[in-house]
């Protein structure tokens, strides 16, 4: 039985009609950029996320880049970021004339490591972007802590994470700007690009929406250089469309990561978390958490942080990773490589990393990582197939 990695045919088709009906309410309005359906949208998607402000803009790499642009981030200025994630961090922290400085992560979480962070301020540090990366909040109260003693500004990129909690705060929520993005594949995703920044603050509000359409206020007149970052209104209405559904989704996906550490933790060489399962703070107890050995390790909850699961990502020890995908492929079950190559191993990066630098954690995950489906439409059957065809992986070792 096939499996793909993704759905989303399966997730429109019970949506068909109401897609088609905000395109026709789009077609007829003849308001295609911002108005009434961004407006609408932005209202509710700050109400579920509990922000003062949500502003749409045109992808989640754009959040990104106008969250540093509203910050005055810019040549001179460095910012830390992890390096174990998707490239639209560190590639706009660059954008602005700034240098991304890579953090290394932590192994049980995947996300960046709050004490990398510290040993990586400096003088020209201005801001932090932790990622809440496959889902899961990065270690925000330390983040915040280290932040306010540095003086420091936080921008929480959450493009995998809208749902997810910390504490009981929403993903975003706690720096100064945090960013969504809502690329198909994402947990809310759209039939196209789309982003969104959100902020508790009124004055980075006014700036953020300044600066997302060309920094004119009122038309035509240039106080501030801005770009054109909006988001189209059919965008917003179809994403309108399946934001009431988000917590179904959600519940979904956490019922079929569920299944995945039940099935799956039972087999032999199969472990739920690490070793000793202590979250950002393995680095002081057990080194980088790997292990020589073939062996599968399980993505954990961590206590205290909401999980939403846009990816169920193992970690494959002993140089079996690829073998265990190509294994998943003839199968013809869906799998992904999250991410191949860590940032500070980048060759865009080459000038302003260290010739020196290792960062241990991201390097080890960058050749351990793979995620299989967990997408909310995910039959039983499917799960079933899934796990069946890792346990043959494993007997087969």
């Not at 306010?148 to 929520?173: M, P």
């Not at 706690?174 to 508790?200: E, Q, R, Y």
């Not at 978390?273 to 790997?290: E, H, L, R, Y």
């Amino acid at each position: 039985m096939a499996v793909p990695l993704l759905d989303l045919k399966a997730q429109h088709a019970p949506l068909e009609r109401a897609l088609k009906d905000a395109f026709e309410r789009v077609l007829r309005s003849g308001q295609y950029i911002l108005g009434p359906e961004i407006e609408n949208f932005e209202r509710s998607l700050a109400e579920y996320v509990g922000a003062r402000h949500a502003i749409s803009v045109s992808s989640g790499t754009d959040a990104i880049l106008l969250a540093l642009m509203v910050l005055g981030i810019g040549p001179g200025d460095e910012v830390i970021c992890p390096s174990f994630t998707f490239f639209a961090t560190a590639g706009c922290v660059a954008r602005t004339g700034a240098t991304p400085v890579f953090a290394d992560s932590c192994p049980v979480c995947f996300n960046i490591d709050p004490d990398d962070i510290v040993a990586r301020i400096t003088p020209r540090t201005k801001a932090i972007i932790p990622v809440h990366l496959f889902g899961q909040p990065a270690a925000m109260d330390r983040i915040l802590e280290t932040a306010k003693r540095h003086n420091l500004r936080v921008i929480e990129d959450a493009a995998q994470s809208l749902g997810a909690k910390f504490r009981g705060q929403s993903a975003g929520t706690m720096g100064a700007f945090g960013i969504f993005s809502f690329f198909p594949s994402k947990n809310l995703g759209c039939l196209g690009d789309g982003g969104l920044l959100v902020t508790n603050d009124d004055s980075l509000a006014e700036r953020a929406r300044l600066l997302r359409t060309h920094g004119a206020k009122p038309k035509y007149y240039h106080n501030y250089i801005g770009a054109n970052f909006r988001m189209d209104a059919l965008q917003a209405a179809l994403l309108a469309v399946k934001l009431p559904l988000l917590a179904s989704y959600a519940k979904s996906r956490a019922a079929n990561a569920s299944f995945y550490a039940d099935r799956l933790s039972k087999i032999p060489g199969v472990l739920l978390g690490q070793p000793d399962n202590q979250c950002c703070a393995v680095s002081k107890t057990s080194g980088d958490g790997s292990s020589s050995n073939f062996q599968i390790s399980l993505p954990l909850e961590i206590p205290g942080r909401h999980h939403v699961w846009n990816q169920y990502t193992l970690r494959v020890t002993g140089g079996r990773r690829d073998a265990l995908r190509d294994w998943l492929t003839s199968r013809e079950i869906g799998s992904e490589i999250y991410y191949p190559v860590p940032m500070h191993q980048q060759e865009c990066f080459a000038a302003c990393v260290p010739p020196t630098l290792r960062l241990p954690v991201a390097e080890r995950l960058a050749g351990e990582s793979l995620s299989i489906p967990v997408f909310p439409e995910l039959t039983g059957d499917q799960k079933e197939e899934v796990t069946s065809a890792i346990s043959k992986f494993i007997c087969n070792q």
